[in-house]
C-alpha cells in the first residue's frame, strides 16, 4: 500500500493573479501558507483486476474512460494502464469546498502516490505543473496555480506566475519569531458556508480575458498589496501585514458580489470589534473559511463562537506533498 500526504493552505497575499488570464499579460505575485490539514491518498492492488475508487462516492469500474471523478480519470491516463487492477481511496481533514485549495491538494497527493506505487521519483515542481496541467488544460476549470505549487512545495513561499508560464518559487524570508506569531495569532473560523472555487473565479477568468479595466486594475492593486506583505512579514511588522489583509478584503469584494453574504459580513465587523487585526475570506470567496490576526484571540473566539462559527487550530505544514508509507 501507497499512502501520500498533502497539506491544505492559506493565502496570505495577493491572492487571483495566479489565473492565466492575469499573468500572461502582467505576471502575478502571491504569498502562501502550507498548513498541517491534509488530503490523504492510498492506494493498493486489489486482487481482482478492475478499478476501485472510494472518495465522496465509490466507484467500480472496468476502464479508465468509465471512472466519473474528472481528476482520477485524467491522472490514470497519463498512467497507461494496459490491465487495470487499482485501489484508490481518499480522506481529507477538511471537506472540499472551503477555501482551502483541497482540488489542487488532492492532485498533487494523487500523482505523487500513483508514482510511489509504480516506483518512480517526481520532484515538486514538476509535481505542481503536472497537476495544474490536469485541473487548468485537461479539465478546463478557470483557476489558477497556487493550491498545486503549495501544496507540492509546503512552507511559506512567494509564488511569481511569470508571462511566459514559469513559476518561480522563493520561501519567505521571516524570522523564527514572526513564524511563531503568525502561527500563534492567525485563526480561522468556517463560516457555514461551502462553495465550488471555479463558480466564483470563472467571473474574474472571464473578465480578466477581455481585459475589462476595472478587474485588471483590481487584481494590479491586489498584487502590490501582495508584494508590501511580503516586506512587512519578512521586516517582522506583522501589525501592518494584518491591517492590509482588510485592505486587500474590500479589494476581493468588489470582484464579485457572490464573494460574500450578510452573514459572512456580519462575521467580520464583529471580529474587527472583538480583538481582530485584520482578516479576510480565505480562498476564492462566497464561503469557507474567515481568516483573522488576532490581538486578543480569547476574545475573538468568544465573539466567533457566539456567531456560531467553527475554528479550525493549525500549524504550518514544511514538508509538501510526501508519501508517508509505501
Given amino acids: 500500500m ?5 497539506p491544505l493552505r492559506i493565502t496570505l497575499g495577493g491572492g487571483g493573479t495566479d489565473l492565466k488570464s492575469y499573468y500572461k ?3 502575478g505575485f502571491l504569498i502562501s501558507a502550507a498548513i498541517n490539514k491534509y488530503v490523504y491518498v492510498t492506494i493498493t492492488r486489489p486482487f481482482k483486476e478492475g478499478i476501485y475508487l472510494k472518495y465522496s462516492e465509490i466507484e467500480k469500474v472496468k476502464k479508465v474512460s468509465q471512472i466519473n471523478h474528472p481528476i482520477i480519470r485524467e491522472a490514470l491516463k497519463l498512467q497507461k494502464l494496459k490491465t487495470p487492477q487499482i485501489e484508490i481511496t481518499t480522506l481529507t481533514d477538511i471537506p472540499s469546498g472551503t477555501g482551502l485549495g483541497s482540488s489542487g491538494s488532492f492532485t498533487t497527493g494523487l500523482l505523487k502516490a500513483l508514482y510511489s506505487h ?4 517526481i520532484q515538486p515542481n514538476e509535481l505542481a505543473e503536472l497537476a ?10 478557470p ?3 497556487q493550491d498545486q505549487y503549495i501544496s507540492a512545495f509546503g512552507g511559506l513561499n512567494c509564488f511569481y506566475f511569470k508571462k511566459n508560464g514559469n513559476v518561480l518559487v522563493e520561501p519567505l524570508k521571516i524570522s523564527h519569531k514572526s513564524l511563531e506569531d503568525l502561527e500563534d495569532n492567525l485563526l480561522i473560523f468556517f463560516t457555514g458556508f461551502s462553495r465550488k472555487a471555479s463558480d466564483i473565479l470563472q467571473e474574474q477568468d472571464r473578465k480578466s480575458k477581455k481585459y475589462e479595466e476595472k478587474m485588471l486594475s483590481n487584481l494590479n492593486f491586489v498584487k502590490d498589496l501582495g508584494l508590501k506583505s511580503k516586506k512587512y512579514l519578512e521586516n517582522g511588522n506583522i501589525n ?6 482588510n485592505v486587500h478584503w474590500e479589494y476581493k469584494k468588489s470582484r464579485s458580489k457572490n464573494m460574500t453574504n450578510k452573514t459572512i459580513s456580519k462575521c467580520y465587523d464583529d471580529a474587527l470589534k472583538n480583538g481582530a487585526v485584520g482578516g479576510k475570506l480565505v480562498g476564492a470567496g462566497g464561503g469557507g ?3 483573522f490576526y488576532a490581538s486578543n484571540k480569547e476574545k475573538l473566539r468568544r465573539k466567533m463562537l457566539q456567531n456560531k462559527l467553527e475554528e479550525v487550530r493549525f500549524g504550518f505544514d514544511f514538508q509538501g ?3 508517508v508509507l509505501s
Avoid at 501507497?2 to 498533502?6: I, K, P, T
Avoid at 509504480?118 to 521519483?121: A, F, G, N, R, V
Avoid at 501592518?240 to 489583509?245: G, P, S, T, V
Fill in 2 to 6: 501507497v499512502l501520500s500526504r498533502s
Fill in 25 to 27: 499579460k502582467n505576471d
Fill in 118 to 121: 509504480k516506483k518512480k521519483l
Fill in 132 to 141: 495544474s496541467d490536469i485541473e487548468i488544460n485537461k479539465l478546463k476549470e
Fill in 143 to 145: 483557476i489558477g496555480k
Fill in 240 to 245: 501592518k501585514f494584518a491591517e492590509l489583509m
Fill in 289 to 291: 473559511f474567515l481568516m
Fill in 321 to 323: 506533498t510526501s508519501i
